[in-house]
């Protein structure tokens, strides 16, 4: 385990720019971190849905894109450091231990979501709605492609 | 009171795109979602501090001041939506009350937030540590100026 702990902490800082990132916080606050990343983009995502499906508001798109891209960029990585694989204390997270032990498939996963979250911010600029339909179904099933292995739901 | 509420409601739909963008979510989730935003912007804030203090790595600088001007972009004015004003069950508000009976006032320090927060994510493209250092003063005194008289600590 803690060989599979190392190798993790390895390929997990990697994903991000640098682990200066993580030293300032507490593991706990990482978890809380990361979890807010993906709670706000999970707005945002529905809001994208909510203009494909109804009343489509190209500025309302383009910015919500934009806040999903931004935060895929910003290092997240950084957010699974060690310390953050299990529960602490009243903070838990949905994260699988598989996750910290298959660092280069988690990080291929992650190349995979901020390619198409690029992808997604870059079509939402312009107002072809189906092109923003497709790259936005394209992040979603980046986003579930990680949950289906690495989330306990 | 009910004509503060209106009043409130009309003034923070103006500082969302669109308010389709509240209506498909419950009032408690919409309270989650502004939280996980800021408690996200927060943590690209500290990772901005300790690059300025610490050894500045240019990527990371600009990745953390474009994921907290592309939240402060995303419409965030939708998730003070009308039915957000108090607690809810276990989700609770710091937003004191006085936030949704001026928003015009809000409106204004809103404006001034992301303003500051652009520009951040401008000059955080470049190298230029003390630009930087300057428009990140900026960005943490538009934070505290609506802090100090909307958020109940």
């Known amino acids: 385990m803690q060989k599979h702990l190392?190798?993790?902490?390895?390929?997990?800082a990697t994903l991000a720019l640098a682990t200066t990132a993580a030293a300032q916080f507490k593991p706990e606050e990482l978890i809380q971190y990361r979890q807010a990343g993906y709670s706000f983009m999970s707005w945002n995502m529905g809001k994208i849905k909510v203009n494909l499906d109804r009343d489509y508001n190209q500025a309302q798109v383009a910015g919500a894109a934009n806040a999903i891209a931004a935060i895929a960029n910003?290092?997240?990585?950084?957010?699974?450091?060690?310390?953050?694989?299990?529960?602490?204390?009243?903070?838990k997270t949905n994260v699988k231990p598989a996750?910290?032990?298959?660092?280069?498939?988690?990080?291929?996963?992650?190349?995979?979501f901020n390619?198409?979250?690029?992808a997604l911010a870059e079509v939402?600029?312009?107002?072809?709605?189906?092109?923003?339909?497709?790259?936005?179904?394209?992040?979603?099933?980046?986003?579930?492609a990680c949950h289906d292995k690495y989330r306990a739901d």
């Open 99 to 112: 996750f910290f032990e298959n660092p280069e498939d988690v990080r291929d996963l992650a190349m995979d």
């Open 124 to 144: 939402a600029q312009g107002g072809d709605q189906e092109a923003v339909r497709a790259a936005f179904g394209q992040v979603g099933e980046a986003c579930k």
């Open 115 to 118: 390619q198409k979250a690029n």
């Open 6 to 12: 190392i190798g993790a902490a390895v390929g997990v």
């Open 74 to 91: 910003s290092g997240m990585g950084a957010l699974y450091a060690p310390g953050t694989e299990r529960d602490i204390g009243d903070v």
